[in-house]
């Protein structure tokens, strides 16, 4: 059963760093792809970051420059580091693995959450 626990959330000043940890029950190379998604209550689940299981990266454009997405292979771990953290990077941050297994057919696994609240 496939298992995704966040941890590393927590409360931190403008301008402040956090690292977000994500545990997976499963080997990560079974996903073509993991990340992070966010959202702000009252608003729609927005997508962070993720990486492939080739490593190549990709980014919303809000977080460009100041957050960075990694994995572990061999501890099945994802990472988002973040820098430089904005009022407006507040919200719960959720882990996501995807399976694609054709154009029109993929799966996607979430964690439960973490939250990361920014003060100016």
């Known amino acids: 059963q496939v298992q995704l626990v966040e941890s590393g959330g927590g409360s931190v000043q403008a301008g402040g760093s956090l690292r977000l940890s994500c545990a997976v029950s499963?080997?990560?190379?079974?996903?073509?792809?993991t990340g992070w998604h966010r959202q702000d209550p009252g608003q729609e689940r927005e997508f962070v970051a993720s990486i492939t299981s080739g490593g190549f990266t990709n980014y919303a454009d809000s977080v460009k420059g100041r957050f960075t997405v990694s994995r572990d292979n061999a501890k099945n771990m994802v990472y988002l580091q973040m820098n430089s953290l904005k009022s407006e990077d507040t919200a719960v941050y959720y882990c996501a693995a995807d399976r694609v297994y054709g154009p029109t057919l993929s799966e996607r696994y979430w964690g439960q959450g973490t939250q990361v609240t920014v003060s100016s």
């Open positions: 499963v080997s990560i190379f079974s996903f073509n792809a």
